[in-house]
T-cell receptor
Framework: GAVVSQHPSWVICKSGTSVKIECRSL??????MFWYRQFPKQSLMLMAT?????????EQGVEKDKFLINHASLTLSTLTVTSAHPEDSSFYIC????????????FGSGTRLTVV | RKEVEQDPGPFNVPEGATVAFNCTYS??????FFWYRQDCRKEPKLLMS???SGNEDGRFTAQLNRASQYISLLIRDSKLSDSATYLC???????????FGQGTELSVKP
């Protein structure tokens, strides 16, 4: 079945540094990638939608200059949290869809970010 | 008002119990409906899609009422392994973004 590999699975970084999270579709072409954030005891909140080769569409309230999304190829999308602060600590999950998934949704395993 | 609202949890039930989760959605343009299961610190996994005709998968039955914008999930003969958070999810078009409810936590006890 369709698989999305997300790395790293967890990361601890210092305030002010940037962190890059990668999602790779291993056996299908991910034409669309969704990035979510989940705080403890809360649901997944969509941050942005990116289509391969296009600029990402951000949800209301999500700072595009802080959360940089790149989707330059059909198998790789990245989310960079720039100048991270403790309030950015969260669980970040990607989800991909495309022809190879019959437009179903395949989730990465998530990245737990802790900013200290 | 949230786009997708679920019963507040948690639900604590004994093994073998039947438990029902309810969900409402606010956007009548919604086209696809799902129940996902999320274990602690893991990614959500698709439990089942939900259709207007209703659908069943073993001990799990999902119902959709488009007129009242209501979705339900029934779990019969609950097992310890059913303990998880259940997420009601709504989509607007094929391959489009998904909107997640806040989730309902289920704890099945021996």
């Amino acid at each position: 079945g369709a698989v999305v590999s997300q790395h790293p699975s967890w990361v601890i970084c210092k305030s002010g540094t940037s962190v890059k999270i990668e999602c790779r579709s291993l056996d299908f072409q991910a034409t669309t990638m969704f990035w979510y954030r989940q705080f403890p005891k809360q649901s997944l909140m969509l941050m942005a939608t990116s289509n391969e080769g296009s600029k990402a569409t951000y949800e209301q309230g999500v700072e595009k200059d802080k959360f940089l999304i790149n989707h330059a190829s059909l198998t790789l999308s990245t989310l960079t949290v720039t100048s991270a602060h403790p309030e950015d600590s969260s669980f970040y999950i990607c989800s991909a869809t495309g022809q190879g998934t019959n437009y179903g949704y395949t989730f990465g395993s998530g990245t737990r970010l802790t900013v200290v | 008002r949230k786009e997708v609202e679920q019963d507040p949890g948690p639900f604590n039930v004994p093994e073998g119990a039947t438990v029902a989760f309810n969900c409402t959605y606010s956007n009548s343009a919604s086209q696809s409906f799902f129940w996902y299961r999320q274990d602690c610190r893991k990614e959500p996994k698709l439990l089942m899609s939900v259709y207007s005709s209703g659908n069943e998968d073993g001990r799990f039955t999902a119902q959709l009422n488009r007129a009242s914008q209501y979705i339900s999930l029934l779990i019969r003969d609950s097992k310890l392994s059913d303990s998880a958070t259940y997420l009601c999810v709504v989509g607007y078009n094929q391959g489009g973004k998904l909107i997640f409810g806040q989730g309902t936590e289920l704890s099945v006890k021996p």
